[in-house]
């Protein structure tokens, strides 16, 4: 069984568009995360929910909207794409904040 | 901001040959957190440091944390093709990742 599962795995999109991916996981933690990691593989966290409740929220464009229907997903919504866009997209789970972090298998965006 | 800095940001070595990642941050560190991300893969955890000069092993990994607890170091001894990856560390708390330490090992 995947512990923290993202979909979709790769997503090539236009400029413009608007897109979600979605995060998943199946261990229990009550804290997830969202990061990305640029083509120079530098790790950045987005933003972090913790039982459903934003709690880190860095400097990312309001473009992009985290949602958290339950403890188990953190999906994240992105509007109108830029070309600036385009990174591996990293969904992890902790239990607590500042833990041990269980990362998703990543989506790669591609903006044209 | 709080930064992590690691060095160095690549490291090619014969297989065999030690390596070695150094973390440093200007503040004091309440725990780090190592990460091991193979070529297209994500990262995996692979240790927390908490305490002062703390040293833990794992096999031909050794981790340190500085007695100020503000530096930290990864060290493999021999290594081998299956340790390529990238080697991250990250600050406890915010969980911010230092850049990251690249290894190549040539058979």
């Known amino acids: 069984d995947t512990a923290v599962s993202q979909t979709p795995k790769y997503l090539v999109t236009q400029m413009g568009n608007d897109k979600s991916i979605k995060c998943e996981q199946n261990?229990?933690?009550?804290?997830m995360y969202w990061y990305k990691q640029d083509s120079k593989k530098f790790l950045k966290i987005m933003f972090s929910y913790n039982n459903k409740e934003l709690i880190i929220n860095e400097t990312v464009p309001n473009r992009f909207s985290p949602k958290s229907p339950d403890k188990a997903h953190l999906n994240l919504h992105i509007n109108s794409l830029e070309l600036g866009d385009s990174a591996v997209y990293f969904c992890?789970?902790?239990?607590?904040?500042?833990?041990?972090?269980?990362f998703g298998p990543g989506t790669r965006l591609t903006v044209l | 901001g709080q930064q992590v800095m690691q060095i160095p940001q690549y490291q090619h070595v014969q297989e065999g040959e030690d390596f070695t990642t150094y973390c440093n941050s200007s503040?004091?560190?309440?725990?780090i957190q190592w990460y091991k991300q193979r070529p297209g893969g994500h990262p995996v955890f692979l240790i927390q440091l908490v305490k002062s000069g703390e040293v833990k092993k794992q096999k031909r990994l050794t981790f340190q944390f500085g007695e100020a607890k503000k530096n930290s170091s990864l060290h493999i001894t021999a290594t081998q093709t299956t340790d390529v990856g990238t080697y991250f560390c990250a600050k406890g708390g915010k969980l911010i990742f230092g850049q990251g330490t690249e290894l190549s090992v040539k058979p």
């Open positions: 261990l229990g933690h009550d804290t």
């Open positions: 503040t004091t560190l309440s725990n």
């Open positions: 992890a789970s902790s239990h607590g904040q500042g833990n041990e972090q269980f």
